[in-house]
């Protein structure tokens, strides 16, 4: 192209960038009414096969990761909705993926930690305004969630009287905004917290040392099993609990990473934040140990939750699996924001997909 031939190409380039800053309030609308077409009010569980789905809506820790939410996962088992901790960015997460927040049933929390309650009050405010609820959201834990639930809600109280008022009772009822208290006491044996439908809900006790009680959940429906380790460092009764299962949900943290962002943080300056992270490594389990534990279970896939430390590119994921390998012979996955894994009944099948 000659001389005259590039400036004309280059005049056209100009003119049509003026002509698109012309017209970009009108585009932008055309553009957003299609995402709001496809989006808005969509239901993802129309047409889910009967069985159980487990949707990852936060797979990461308490350490800062834009691409995480924090412990959040949801478990459909038929037409029933449940939720296992609500860490922060979990509740907007199932918003996102068009999942209905405002039919889950029960919210399940493994321990009090703050980075699994952090989410609370969006996924109690998403499920109010997503479907008049009359009644408050059953929060089941061990002793404590007393303290917990009662906490939120006056946290929100205020807010709720505003939304009330100026949506009216049809829309936001009063008597279904916040949440209510559903205690249980765990001692060493597991322990069943639901039991109705076909859907069997057991909570069983982990080690989260200095942190006490902890559990994690197995939830069975029409002869498939999921398990749900919560927080915990390797633990005799996870393995009985999740026995047999199809799936474990297993926290993971990689020491020799950890290690790194300790070296990093120290040769900063930061010391505090150092100090925590070296002390972290004795009551969370390592990928090993996960697979460890998913073998001597004999479950058939294993997905590792609870990212620690924060991966940013999906090229470090051999890095962060290490070994682990080398300890279970089955499929080993790394949870995403956004995973569904499906287990239809009456099948041995299980697939993985993405919702984000």
């Known amino acids: 192209m000659g001389p005259m031939g590039k400036g004309l190409a280059g005049a056209l380039a100009i003119g049509a960038g003026i002509a698109i800053l012309a017209f970009q309030p009108q585009i932008g609308r055309l553009l957003l009414g299609r995402v709001a077409a496809e989006r808005a009010g969509r239901d993802a569980t129309v047409g889910l096969a009967d069985g159980l789905h487990v949707i990852i809506c936060g797979s990461g820790s308490p350490l800062p990761d834009p691409g995480r939410?924090?412990?959040c996962t949801m478990v459909i088992a038929g037409?029933?909705?449940f939720v296992v901790d609500a860490g922060e960015g979990g509740?907007?997460?199932?918003?996102?993926?068009g999942l209905p927040v405002g039919r889950i049933e029960r919210l399940f929390l493994t321990h009090f930690h703050s980075d699994h309650i952090d989410g609370l009050g969006p996924m109690l405010l998403l499920r109010w305004s997503g479907r008049p609820n009359s009644v408050p959201l059953?929060?089941?834990?061990?002793?404590?969630?007393?303290r917990v639930v009662a906490g939120f809600n006056a946290a929100y109280a205020l807010d709720n009287g505003y939304r009330t008022a100026h949506h009216g009772p049809?829309?936001?009822?009063?008597?279904g905004a916040g949440a209510v208290a559903v205690p249980f006491a765990i001692g060493?044996?597991?322990?069943?917290?639901?039991?109705?439908d076909g859907?069997?809900?057991?909570?069983?006790?982990?080690?989260?040392?200095?942190?006490?009680?902890?559990?994690?959940?197995?939830?069975?429906?029409?002869?498939?099993?999921?398990?749900?380790?919560?927080?915990t460092a390797p633990s005799a009764s996870l393995v009985a609990a999740a026995r047999g299962a199809d799936l474990l949900v297993h926290e993971a943290l990689q020491p020799r990473l950890v290690a790194v962002l300790t070296d990093a943080l120290a040769s900063k300056g930061a010391t505090n934040t150092a100090q925590i992270t070296r002390d972290i490594l004795d009551y969370h389990s390592s990928p090993a140990q996960a697979a460890d534990a998913a073998r001597a279970a004999g479950v058939r896939q294993l997905l590792l939750n609870h990212i620690v430390p924060p991966i940013p590119f999906r090229f470090a994921y051999p890095a962060f699996l290490g070994d682990a390998g080398d300890h279970?012979?089955?499929?080993?996955?790394?949870?995403?924001?956004?995973?569904i894994i499906t287990l239809p009944a009456g099948s041995a099948d299980i697939t993985t997909g993405n919702l984000l």
Request: charged share 20%; no cysteine; aromatic share 6%.
């Open 138 to 146: 059953p929060i089941a834990g061990p002793p404590g969630v007393e």
């Open 79 to 81: 037409r029933h909705i």
């Open 91 to 97: 509740g907007r997460n199932l918003a996102r993926m």
């Open 69 to 71: 939410a924090g412990p």
């Open 328 to 339: 279970f012979s089955g499929p080993i996955g790394i949870a995403e924001d956004g995973m």
């Open 170 to 175: 049809a829309i936001m009822p009063p008597g």
């Open 199 to 231: 859907v069997r809900v057991t909570a069983f006790p982990v080690d989260h040392d200095p942190v006490h009680p902890a559990v994690g959940y197995r939830f069975d429906y029409k002869g498939r099993a999921i398990v749900i380790s919560g927080d």
């Open 188 to 196: 060493a044996a597991p322990l069943v917290v639901l039991d109705a």
